[in-house]
């Protein structure tokens, strides 16, 4: 095969995975706006916040040792104790959800029936809050989560492909977890949608909140719920970037490329946001490496919007978003 | 009609009717300046088929959304199995075993007719939401168990060829059906129907009214029903309420109401003084 060809083979790879990425916090967007049509502008903060809290929770940090160490002049920082990775991030699965409650307490509850734009800010509020709030908790610094994945490239897709090509593919064996654990999360939350009854509850109230109350659902604790899956994906996703780039504010930007994942996908599909993630994914990266030279490079940062943007002028309700014909 | 007391009556075609169920005291329901329901009071008894009737705007699906807690009263008093009962939120009303239809339908369009009739189970399915997740199989018995209860519904009211359709794609006389389904699958104790004929052909509306009828007789559901259709509800019930820009006019039996002046009046559109 010639070389070139197998260049984009690997990049077409690496592409897919990170947008596997993409589609995770795009899921997490997708699952509260079908709920509640609430478009939750936080759900990249609540990545970074998981993430973060994982970490401390991980290392025995003290939470707000800064805060006490200011007001009362003690020297806190860890409680000298290190958690083992599912230990972590099963008490940070349980802060998510208490997180989901609050959110709901605090905020959702005291703006039911409010217009979707006036949500939309409170989530805006939201992250800007809850970015604070993760600095305030845990500090400010880089910091490196290790919870046990594997990482490095792999050498056997290495040498198998080696065999095979010629030509050894490098691809990071972290990312393959990632692409395992997101496939395995998707058919769950697929298994749990479908045919529980917690799920059916979810599907009646994001499809009819009149008719959801008329048959026992509150929508209140469905809302908590949503959330509580929400933040449990955002986790997912703060875990396979935090390994792989270290937990900082920069992860809580994954959500500007969810974005353009979501135009192309549809907002309210669970599929779209799967399928959307991988084509901007995959797209960036070969856009990059066949465009990127000719015309200087970094066009990572513009091409998924670009992307979004022509696709949006062909199918404005996505690939799988249903077509809204406006009745007259 | 024997005479009525607080035990209940005998109805001319033999059927037993028994207590108070639900009773409306003074209620008044006001949207800004709008009066939709002024100071009216009535009762629903056991096993009894409640109509509501009266001209467009009357306030007879106001008062069906405040039985069901979508409405709540300025004024009066809801009271429930002899328990005054405070103001519920509407999934509350139905957990306690109220399950209604809309006027306007209001089904799960983008869900399966199974799935839509399933949702009426919810109520009555208890496992929990940390024991669904760990125990995969115990909760799915309890799954199968309902789903057992939804088919006979699906049975009952000859629906087993639309089973897995999308509810969006079914036509309108077919989702009125549907959603009775969903609401009978809660097995209530009281049904509350707004209108559910309205819009039917004549065929549709025979086969609704027998379904109503069989409700009551094989499950001894209590039905509180609104209909426009005059006929319709001296077949169908056993009492009748009638109400007129928001006023109860008449309360007795199909007979006692058909004869009332005031009822006369409105349904022939006599001028208001
Ligand atoms: N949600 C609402 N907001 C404002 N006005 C309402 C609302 N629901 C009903 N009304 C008013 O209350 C009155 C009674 O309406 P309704 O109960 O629907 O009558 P009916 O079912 O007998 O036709 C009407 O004047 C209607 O406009
Ligand atoms: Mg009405």
């Known amino acids: 095969m010639p070389e070139q060809l197998l260049y984009a083979m690997e990049v077409s790879l690496n592409g897919l995975m990170a947008g596997i990425m993409y589609a995770l916090v795009a899921l997490g967007f997708v699952l509260i706006f079908k709920a509640s049509g609430i478009f939750n502008y936080a759900q990249g903060v609540l990545a970074l916040f998981a993430a973060l809290t994982l970490v401390g929770l991980q290392q025995g940090q003290v939470p707000f040792a800064h805060v006490i160490n200011a007001i009362f002049g003690t020297d806190l920082h860890h409680f000298g104790w290190q958690l083992p990775g599912l230990v972590a991030i099963a008490l940070t699965a349980l802060v998510m959800v208490g997180l989901a409650i609050l959110i709901e307490r605090l905020i959702l509850k005291h703006l039911v029936n409010q217009a979707p734009i006036i949500l939309f800010m409170a989530t805006i509020g939201l992250a800007y809050f809850l970015e604070g709030l993760g600095d305030v908790m845990w500090g400010a610094d880089i910091k490196k989560l290790d919870v046990g994945l594997p990482q490095g490239i792999s050498e056997m897709i290495d040498t198998f492909t080696f065999n095979l090509f010629g030509y050894g593919f490098f691809i990071d064996r972290l990312d393959i977890v990632a692409a395992v654990v997101a496939t395995a999360l998707v058919a769950a939350l697929t298994a749990f949608s479908q045919y529980t009854k917690y799920g059916r509850a979810l599907r009646a109230v994001a499809d009819d909140h009149q008719a959801a109350l008329s048959v026992g659902i509150s929508l209140r604790f469905v809302w908590v719920l949503v959330w509580s899956i929400a933040g449990f994906v955002a986790l997912v996703a703060g875990i396979m970037w935090g390994s792989k780039s270290g937990v900082q504010f920069s992860l809580s930007l994954i959500a500007l490329k969810a974005l353009p994942v979501l135009m192309l996908g549809g907002f309210t599909s669970i599929p779209g946001a799967i399928v959307g993630g991988l084509i901007i994914g995959m797209g960036e990266k070969l856009f990059e490496f066949f465009a990127g030279p000719m015309i200087g490079g970094a066009t990572e940062n513009w091409f998924a919007y670009v992307l979004a943007l022509v696709f949006l002028v062909f199918r404005p309700q996505g690939l799988f978003g249903e077509r809204i014909i406006e009745r007259v | ?273």
């Open chain 2, 1 to 273: 009609m024997n005479a009525m007391n607080s035990e209940g009556y005998t109805t001319a075609d033999g059927r037993k009717i028994g207590g108070v169920m639900m009773e409306m005291k003074n209620i008044t329901l006001r949207f800004g300046g709008v009066k939709a329901i002024t100071d009216i009071s009535f009762d629903i008894r056991e096993g009894e088929i409640r109509a509501i009737i009266g001209p467009n705007g009357a306030g007879k699906s106001s008062m069906l959304n405040v039985i069901s807690g979508f409405y709540v009263p300025q004024e009066g008093e809801v009271w429930f199995h002899g328990q005054r009962r405070a103001p519920m939120k509407p999934y509350e009303v139905a957990q306690q075993g109220i399950a209604r239809t809309f006027q306007n339908i209001a089904l799960f369009e983008g869900m399966s007719v199974l799935d839509n009739i399933m949702t009426g189970r919810l109520t009555l399915m208890k496992t929990g939401l940390f024991q669904q997740a760990m125990w995969w199989g115990r909760a799915q018995k309890e799954e199968t168990a309902h789903r057992e209860k939804v088919e006979k519904v699906i049975d009952f009211l000859e629906i087993q060829d639309i089973r897995k359709t999308p509810v969006g794609r079914l036509p309108y006389g077919l989702k009125k059906r549907v959603e009775l389904a969903r609401a009978l699958a809660a097995e209530p104790k009281l049904l509350l129907l707004d209108e559910p004929m309205a819009g039917m052909n004549v065929e549709e509306k025979e086969d609704m009214c027998r379904f109503i009828l069989d409700v009551n007789d094989e499950f001894g559901t209590t039905i509180a029903l609104i209909e426009h259709d005059m006929g319709v509800v001296m077949d169908l019930s056993d009492r009748v309420v009638v109400m007129d820009y928001g006023k109860k006019i008449g309360d007795g039996t199909p007979d006692e109401v058909r004869n009332n002046q005031d009822v006369i009046n409105a349904y022939l559109g006599v001028a208001h003084d």
